[in-house]
């Protein structure tokens, strides 16, 4: 088993952008071999071009068929697997529970659940096959505090922690490593959009619901994408050769969610 960045054979899901594409980028500049999967066929346009060293497809991760075809792609690309980063997830709505269509819950929960089940079925034998590796899924601080109009995004990413802790026993055997990452508010586009869509459902203006963002962060600001893709490197490698079954917050200290 690979533990050193360099040289490891990295596959993420929803790479091509935000968060993803920092973790792509950081094992890309750590000396890794790189496979993303995204939906969105522009930003994998982009990161062809800026990145041209990455492997790519083009992927739905709440589709069982999608995910095996690409899951074939990345083999074939990378030649086995030492890493899998479920990074895949969407916001879901943003409603009370009453207002929340059956429709929204369904996907929200498929792709920010069900596709790290997907995915980890298949590269659980690849990772095997290396002698152990690393599964590093992405959480939220959604997933261990409550998140008052957020329901269906919330109980997924939950659902993430119980899975990370069953897998990381259940694979801890089999020199796998299995570990969440519990990012809060991370700046960017996604963030300003979830922001203000909950403005929106309280009736309040945007800088209103920056501040009481960030209000109960011991830091009062937002964490970067590249703050995660450390995390994500630092328990991939052998810095992080004892770090299992964890829910790691990267968050600046929050408190509770607003």
Not at 202 to 208: K, L, P, S, T, V
Not at 218 to 227: F, I, Y
Request: hydrophobic share 50%; aromatic share 6%.
């Amino acid at each position: 088993m690979n533990q050193s960045p360099e040289g490891l054979r990295v596959l993420i899901t929803a790479g091509a952008a935000g968060i993803g594409r920092a973790i792509a980028t950081a094992f890309h500049a750590a000396g890794s071999r790189v496979f993303i999967c995204d939906i969105d066929t522009d930003a994998l346009a982009a990161v062809a071009r800026d990145l041209p060293k990455l492997g790519s497809a083009r992927a739905d991760v709440a589709d069982p068929a999608s995910v095996e075809a690409m899951f074939s792609a990345a083999t074939n690309f990378l030649g086995g697997l030492d890493v899998l980063v479920n990074n895949a997830g969407i916001a879901g709505p943003t409603a009370k529970v009453e207002d929340i269509s059956i429709a929204d819950w369904d996907r929200t929960v498929a792709v920010d659940l069900n596709s790290m089940f997907y995915c980890t079925r298949l590269a659980v034998p690849l990772l095997k096959a290396a002698g152990g590796g690393s599964i590093i899924n992405l959480s939220s601080a959604a997933g261990r505090l409550g998140f008052p109009l957020r329901t269906p995004y919330a109980a997924a990413k939950w659902g993430v922690i119980g899975l990370t802790k069953s897998l990381a026993a259940e694979l801890g055997p089999s020199n796998i490593r299995v570990n969440a990452i519990l990012p809060g508010a991370v700046a960017g586009d996604r963030v300003k959009r979830a922001i203000a869509a909950g403005a929106e459902g309280r009736n309040i203006y945007y800088d209103e619901a920056l501040q009481q963002l960030v209000a109960p962060v011991s830091l009062r600001r937002m964490v970067k994408a590249e703050d995660i893709a450390n995390m994500a490197l630092f328990v991939a490698t052998s810095a992080g050769a004892n770090i299992s079954g964890q829910a790691l917050s990267v968050c600046g200290d929050l408190a509770y969610l607003a």
